[in-house]
C-alpha cells in the first residue's frame, strides 16, 4: 500500500503537470448533466418497432447529440424508412411522447458536486445542448439552480449554430460567449456522444467524454480522457482547483 508521502507526491506531480491548463469548462446537457438519453432511445424503439426493425446502439451512437432535424433525417435513412416516413412525420410521431417524459428527468451522478466545486472557484462554465429552446425548457424545469450557476446556454436552434456538432459551431459560440477573450485550448468540454467529442475537438479544446456504457468503445476514440462518471473526474489533472475531501 502507498504511503501517505507517496500519495502526496503523485498528486503533487499530477498538478505540476496538468493534462491541459483549463480556465473555462462547457458542459453538454442530454446525457452528461441530465438523464435524457434513455428518453430518446424508448421512443426511437417504440417507433422502429412499427416498420419490424430494432433500434440499436449503432444508430444511437450517429443520432445522439445532434440536431433534432439532423438527428431525424440519420433516423430515416439508416433505417431503409425512405417512402414510409419522412423526418418530420419522424419529429412529429416522437414529440408528445417526448415531451411527456422531458420533466421527469434526473440528474447524473457526480454533476452537483462538480458544478458547485467549479463555481465555488470561480471557475466559469456554459452548457451547449443540440437541444432545441423548447425541450430545453421542459428538461430543465426541474433543475433550475443547477443552471442557475452557468455563465450562459448555447441551444441547437441558436443563430449562430448553424451546424449541429459535430461541427464545432456550438462549442465555439459558447466560448465566444465568456467574458474576455477566452482561447478554445483553456476550454474543457464534459460530453456523451461521438458527434459532441469531434466537435469539442474541432473546436480545438480538450473533451472528457462520459460514454452510456452501453456504448462500444471504437467510439471512445478521440476524446482526451474518458470515464465511468463525473464522480471520477479529477479537476486537478487539468489544473482546475482540485476537490478537498
Ligand atoms: O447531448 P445534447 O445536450 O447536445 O442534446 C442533443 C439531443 O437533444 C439529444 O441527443
Ligand atoms: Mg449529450
Same mark, same amino acid.
Given at each position: 500500500?502507498?504511503?501517505? #508521502?507517496?500519495?502526496?507526491?503523485?498528486?503533487? &506531480?499530477?498538478?505540476?503537470?496538468?493534462?491541459?491548463?483549463?480556465?473555462?469548462?462547457?458542459?453538454?446537457?442530454?446525457?452528461?448533466?441530465?438523464?435524457?438519453? #434513455?428518453?430518446?432511445?424508448?421512443? @426511437?424503439?417504440?417507433?422502429? &418497432?412499427?416498420?419490424?426493425?430494432?433500434?440499436?446502439?449503432?444508430?444511437?451512437?450517429?443520432?445522439?447529440?445532434?440536431?433534432?432535424?439532423?438527428? &431525424?433525417?440519420?433516423?430515416?435513412?439508416?433505417?431503409?424508412?425512405?417512402?414510409?416516413?419522412?423526418?418530420?412525420?419522424?419529429?412529429?410521431?416522437?414529440?408528445?411522447?417526448? @415531451?411527456?417524459?422531458?420533466?421527469?428527468?434526473?440528474?447524473?451522478?457526480?454533476?452537483?458536486?462538480?458544478?458547485?466545486?467549479?463555481?465555488?472557484?470561480?471557475?466559469?462554465?456554459?452548457?451547449?445542448?443540440?437541444?432545441?429552446?423548447?425541450?430545453?425548457?421542459?428538461?430543465?424545469?426541474?433543475?433550475?439552480?443547477?443552471?442557475?450557476?452557468?455563465?450562459?446556454?448555447?441551444?441547437?436552434?441558436?443563430?449562430?449554430?448553424?451546424?449541429?456538432?459535430?461541427?464545432?459551431?456550438?462549442?465555439?459560440?459558447?466560448?465566444?460567449?465568456?467574458?474576455?477573450?477566452?482561447?478554445?485550448?483553456?476550454?474543457?468540454?464534459?460530453? !456523451?456522444?461521438?458527434? #459532441?467529442?469531434?466537435?469539442?475537438?474541432?473546436?480545438?479544446?480538450?473533451?472528457?467524454?462520459?460514454?452510456?456504457?452501453?456504448? !462500444?468503445?471504437?467510439?471512445?476514440?478521440?476524446?482526451?480522457?474518458?470515464?465511468?462518471?463525473?464522480?471520477?473526474?479529477?479537476?486537478?489533472?487539468?489544473?482546475?482547483?482540485?476537490?478537498?475531501?
Amino acid at each position: 500500500m502507498a504511503s501517505a #508521502g507517496a500519495d502526496e507526491a503523485a498528486a503533487a &506531480a499530477v498538478a505540476a503537470q496538468p493534462r491541459a491548463a483549463i480556465s473555462h469548462v462547457i458542459f453538454d446537457m442530454d446525457g452528461l448533466l441530465l438523464d435524457t438519453e #434513455g428518453f430518446y432511445t424508448e421512443v @426511437q424503439e417504440k417507433i422502429l &418497432a412499427r416498420y419490424g426493425k430494432v433500434f440499436d446502439w449503432s444508430l444511437k451512437a450517429k443520432m445522439m447529440g445532434k440536431k433534432a432535424a439532423e438527428s &431525424a433525417r440519420i433516423f430515416v435513412d439508416e433505417c431503409g424508412l425512405d417512402g414510409l416516413l419522412t423526418p418530420e412525420q419522424f419529429l412529429e410521431e416522437r414529440e408528445s411522447m417526448l @415531451q411527456a417524459l422531458f420533466p421527469s428527468c434526473t440528474k447524473l451522478p457526480g454533476v452537483l458536486r462538480l458544478i458547485h466545486h467549479l463555481h465555488a472557484n470561480g471557475i466559469p462554465m456554459a452548457v451547449a445542448t443540440g437541444s432545441h429552446k423548447r425541450h430545453f425548457a421542459l428538461k430543465t424545469q426541474n433543475h433550475q439552480v443547477m443552471f442557475s450557476l452557468m455563465h450562459h446556454v448555447v441551444m441547437g436552434d441558436d443563430p449562430e449554430v448553424k451546424a449541429g456538432k459535430p461541427s464545432p459551431d456550438i462549442f465555439l459560440a459558447a466560448m465566444r460567449r465568456f467574458e474576455g477573450n477566452v482561447e478554445p485550448s483553456k476550454c474543457l468540454v464534459f460530453e !456523451d456522444a461521438p458527434s #459532441g467529442v469531434a466537435a469539442a475537438k474541432n473546436a480545438g479544446m480538450s473533451a472528457v467524454m462520459v460514454p452510456d456504457p452501453r456504448l !462500444d468503445v471504437s467510439y471512445h476514440k478521440g476524446a482526451d480522457q474518458v470515464l465511468c462518471s463525473l464522480l471520477d473526474f479529477k479537476p486537478i489533472e487539468w489544473g482546475l482547483p482540485p476537490f478537498n475531501e
